[in-house]
Nanobody, 122 residues
Framework: EVQLMESGGGLAQPGGSMRLSCVAS????????ISWVRQAPGKALEWVST????????SYAESVKGRFIISRDDANNTLFLQLNCLKTADTAMYYC???????????????RGQGTQVTVSL
């Protein structure tokens, strides 16, 4: 059974930083691309970033490019997301996800965790 467990969310001020973690189990973590997606209240699921299985490729949504950094620790089946220069628009529930598909603006994730809440506010 695939399990993804996020942690590290909380409250931050605009301009602040935060690091999210996701521990994975139930599948061979090292051979899969893994993603972060987020969902703000009343909005659709939004793709944030994906890191390839080889760790050599990372892609980011335009809204977070240059501010967020995705990384992975294959030895510990852990995915990270470093959030810098936070904006109020980054407020959302953040999920790590496996098997993410993007069709235009529609994002689906076959497996995702319970999520960790990030709130950016003064």
């Amino acid at each position: 059974e695939v399990q993804l467990m996020e942690s590290g969310g909380g409250l931050a001020q605009p301009g602040g930083s935060m690091r999210l973690s996701c521990v994975a189990s139930g599948f061979t973590f090292t051979i899969y691309p893994i993603s972060w997606v987020r969902q703000a209240p009343g909005k659709a699921l939004e793709w944030v970033s994906t890191i390839g299985a080889s760790r050599n490729t990372a892609s980011y949504a335009e809204s977070v490019k240059g501010r967020f950094i995705i990384s992975r620790d294959d030895a510990n089946n852990t995915l990270f997301l470093q959030l810098n220069c936070l904006k109020t628009a980054d407020t959302a529930m953040y999920y790590c996800a496996k098997d993410v598909q993007k069709l235009g603006t529609v994002v689906t994730a076959r497996q995702r965790g319970q999520g960790t809440q990030v709130t950016v506010s003064l």
